[in-house]
């Protein structure tokens, strides 16, 4: 698994299938990974895989149903990648569906995830979570 992209592909292929263990397998030991500011899940930038696990993925799947990230598009530069693709998912609190387009911005070292930023319309993922939105 030598280029980048492959690496954020396998990142996107762990995630689809709940592989937990694949997907801290694949995070760089400087990690730095930032959701975006405003999103539920937003806190500061994050720089150890356990951080990622109990503040992302374990909320994700406490508060939606079938959540998704599909990406769409790749482009590629060097070590770095941007995904564009969509959110999808129903919200557990609200019965509500979601749709985000989002851009994620990754940096790969050492064959690993190093550096991960997210850009979504964090609105439309906070309307389905909210019950009176």
Same mark, same amino acid.
């Given at each position: 698994?030598?280029?980048?992209? /492959?690496? %954020?592909? #396998?990142?996107?292929?762990?995630?689809?299938?709940?592989?937990?263990?694949?997907?801290?397998? !694949?995070?760089? &030991?400087?990690?730095?990974? $930032? /959701? #975006?500011?405003?999103?539920?899940?937003?806190?500061?930038?994050? $720089?150890?895989?356990? /951080?990622?696990? /109990?503040?992302? !993925?374990? &909320?994700?799947?406490?508060?939606?149903?079938?959540?998704?990230?599909?990406?769409?598009?790749?482009?590629?530069?060097?070590?770095?990648?941007v995904?564009?693709?969509?959110?999808?998912? %129903?919200?557990?609190?609200?019965? =509500? $569906?979601?749709?985000a387009?989002? #851009?994620?911005?990754?940096? %790969? #070292?050492?064959? =690993?995830?190093?550096?991960?930023?997210?850009? $979504?319309?964090?609105?439309?993922?906070?309307?389905?979570?909210?019950?009176?939105?």
């Open positions: 698994m030598n280029q980048p992209i /492959e690496v %954020v592909r #396998a990142f996107y292929a762990a995630v689809a299938q709940g592989d937990v263990p694949g997907v801290v397998a !694949l995070f760089h &030991p400087q990690l730095e990974w $930032t /959701e #975006a500011e405003g999103f539920p899940y937003y806190s500061g930038t994050w $720089t150890q895989a356990q /951080e990622v696990v /109990e503040k992302l !993925l374990v &909320p994700l799947m406490r508060d939606w149903d079938n959540f998704s990230a599909k990406p769409d598009d790749f482009i590629v530069e060097g070590q770095r990648v995904s564009l693709g969509h959110y999808r998912g %129903v919200s557990k609190a609200t019965g =509500k $569906t979601m749709c387009p989002f #851009a994620h911005v990754w940096n %790969v #070292a050492d064959e =690993k995830l190093k550096r991960f930023n997210m850009y $979504t319309d964090t609105l439309l993922v906070d309307r389905a979570l909210r019950a009176g939105a």
